[in-house]
């Protein structure tokens, strides 16, 4: 018994001595190449190079100009001889590593290639010396980027490159209504580290695209407009602030580069006007405290052309409309996308609101503009909004045939009354006859068709926003309800009727003269009847006639099913609000909801989405039928149209549903920091969930 005893404890000593054995220090493969660098001429030719490695090898990287044969190799203590070729180089002269590998040893062999066009200038960003691809990214490098709506950005300038790649459905005529491109340019063609994000740029003209030349990979381009430095870490264009000057050589419809030297000239009266220089310097002087605070220089002229015509962020040209009856543009001496002054919601001839039938503004037209200018945030000057007009239009100086009022040349109806309410021209040209920040003085009643929902009603503002028109379409007069109260004049509640396109209204309450925006004053409105309902939402007499729609937690998806997506925010369960009718891309807000026993109960008719099963997935669909798809470029936001893959997977993860872009790998998700509404990104942040969904029960 003791010799089992001694040889136990023999044992054990070794096997704890044999397991605290260190190993022996690692040493890296040895891999060394003849020669650290190889010189070509423009034409294609071949060099040779020796590689000894103590290991098998492989070349781990390399430019797209220069083969390799062989690419890998075995260990060998003997040179082994590898060829490199380079192609003919019609560019500028350029260089690049040819990186070769034995796990963590690398050796490179850095080759230089002349070009045709000999050494490469930057360019110095003008139309006549625009930027290389290369002079671009270093002009963005340092831009900082705070947020999506705090940035640096770059004056218009000029950049030339050759497409190395269209991202994807990003040709002009894969966008579809959005008439713009997303797409790569490097100098010489080639992907890589060295190309630059042209970021929805519009076509030739600067202008969406409608038809005409589209672009392919190893077109050579001219992009004019400003860049940025997107998150800090990629450069390219401001959206919608570029466009396609000229393409292969083609600038029909770029406005020529001509003329514009940016000299300051004139005095600003009406017989010597400023020029768009001149109208830059003086609103420069000007100081700017915030919204309120914010000098104006007084009435002036400023003289140019349309250069192009703003667009807002969802790329709807800011052109003269019925309903606001001003239009945002900019203007140069010669039409050109340079030297520019931002013309900021101008009225019409004769300081009148444009109307339906007025002459449209466009591009090239020459104009005198009258009015006020500022600093706006203190880095912008423009026209102060609604405070100047268009004093002349190609030399016509005659007013636009309106009387201030009516908006969209319809017929104004109604006295106000309950019963001979406004329609909505007459609202509007009674809001529209008030001083700016004027309100009537008593309440006043207007009847119509909600035509657009702009914000639905909600739990935590308990208001509604929504256009009405007299017979519901979005088209001629529509008249804003802005921020208004529910039935009664009370607080709207969870489980109280949501408003809806086609819904007959009439809304009591006062009118306003909003920024020269005819509207109703922000709560002091309320919806006196709802298709024809007038009893208080909710409450005793009928509740409002409100509908309880029940809703069920599930784990699997009935495809056909109506569903509300729902997320949980410390606690509290927020729905999916679809994306306004008059956006196209967006996130999807949160409104908060009330859960109890895995059940809902409440009118969310305007927070129910469609899931359909399609070939490989599911479409989700919004209560107007359009689609979700998501941003294939950044994280964040989804997009509208039919241009975009809509196929989506779902999987069961718990009691969550992992709702992803098929083809991007983008997951739906809530919350995060300290939002609460529904995102999608490639990867789901730490303080966001996935998605409860709830079917609506038949």
Known sequence: MKI?????????AGLLFSGCRQDEDYVLPDLRVGTESLEFGQQSNEQTVDVTASREWLVRSKPDWVAID????????????VTLTVLDNAGYDRSGDVVFSIGLSKAAVTVNQ????????????????????EGALAAVANLTWTSSTEYQATEVVYVKGIISRIAENGSFAQTGTFGNGNFYISDDGATGDKEFYCYRVLYLGNKKYTSGTDIKVGDEVIICGKLMNYRGNTPETVANEAYLYSLNGETEGGGGGGGNTGTPQGTGTQADPYNAAAANAAASTLTYTDKDNYQKSDNVYIKGKISRIAVDKNNVEQVFTAQFGNASFYISDDGSASNEFYVYRALFLGNAKWQEGNTQIKVGDEVIICGKLMNFNGK??????????IYSLNGTTEGGGGNGGGGGGGTANGTGTLTDPYNAAGAI??????????????????KGKICLVKYPFDATHKTATFFISDDGNASGDQFQCYSVKYLGNTDWAEGNKQVQVGDEVIVCGKLTNYQGTPETASKEAYIYSLNGVTEGGGGSGGGGGQTQISYSKVSSITAGGKYILVGVKEG????????????????????EISVSGDKITADLAANEFTITAVNGGYEIAMPDGRKLAVDTEHDGTFQIGDSFDHTFTAELSGDLFKISHKSTGKTIYHGGGTYTNFSCASSVPADGTLLQLYLKDN
Request: a positive charge; aromatic letters at 8%; glycine letters at 10%.
């Open 380 to 389: 912008t000057p423009e026209t102060v909004a609604n405070e100047s007009y």
């Open 429 to 446: 040209a009674v809001a529209s006859a008030l001083a700016e920040g004027g309100k009537t003085a008593t309440d006043v009643y207007v």
């Open 4 to 12: 089992k005893t001694l040889f136990a404890a023999i044992l054990a």
């Open 70 to 81: 062989p690419d890998h190799g075995p260990a060998s203590s003997a040179p082994q001889r």
């Open 572 to 591: 509290k369960y927020y729905a999916a609000t679809p994306i306004a009718s008059d956006k196209t891309y967006g996130r999807l807000n949160g409104k």
């Open 114 to 133: 002349k070009g045709a066009k000999g050494a490469k200038s930057n360019g110095t960003g003008k139309l006549d010396d625009p930027y290389t691809v």
